[in-house]
């Protein structure tokens, strides 16, 4: 039974590449396909979307929370990393781990610059929650080069 089903693949198959790599007629039924396939993307996507924002405006209003994580965690660790980098004076000063979603921050850090990474870190997607462990450097005695990088010679 699989052999004639192999038969009969592989002529439709060498009928839809004469058909669309016909000399004359080939590259309007190609540009037709690839026209279809681009509306059928942008379609979907759209669909995804009004679906998407659909649940959450619903969960939202129901008080329901995703059992799920939007984020990975390691994802989600790797975008905070990135975001403190934007926001601290010196990132290499906290270490960060994400466990379901909870993100939790220690290190020690000035305290205005602790308190913007924490509100951005609250409204990045996939976060829960924050558990800031983060020791606030309130006298500036915190060391802006942990690793010694600016005391080293050539």
Same mark, same amino acid.
């Given at each position: ?62 008080? !329901? =929370?995703? +059992?799920? %994580? ?5 994802? /989600?660790?790797?975008? *905070?990393? &990135?975001?403190? #980098?934007? $926001? ?16 939790? !921050? =220690?290190? +020690?850090? %000035? ?5 913007? /990474?924490?509100?951005? *870190?609250? &409204?990045?997607? #996939?976060? $829960? ?26």
């Amino acid at each position: 039974m699989a052999r004639p089903l192999a038969i009969v693949a592989a002529v439709a198959a060498g009928a839809a590449l004469m058909y669309y790599l016909d000399p004359r007629q080939g590259p309007r039924r190609r540009a037709r396909v690839l026209q279809a396939g681009r509306t059928l993307s942008t379609d979907a996507r759209g669909y995804v979307a009004t679906t998407r924002a659909g649940l959450q405006d619903f969960a939202t209003s129901t008080g !329901l =929370r995703a +059992t799920e %994580p939007l984020v990975d965690d390691l994802q /989600l660790r790797a975008e *905070v990393l &990135a975001k403190a #980098g934007t $926001v601290l004076s010196n990132p290499m000063a906290i270490d960060v781990q994400v466990t379901d979603g909870v993100v939790c !921050l =220690r290190g +020690t850090v %000035p305290a205005d610059e602790a308190e913007r /990474l924490v509100t951005r *870190v609250a &409204a990045m997607r #996939g976060v $829960v929650d924050i558990d800031s462990r983060l020791d606030l450097d309130t006298a500036g005695d915190a060391d802006p080069d942990p690793f010694g990088y600016a005391r080293q010679t050539a």
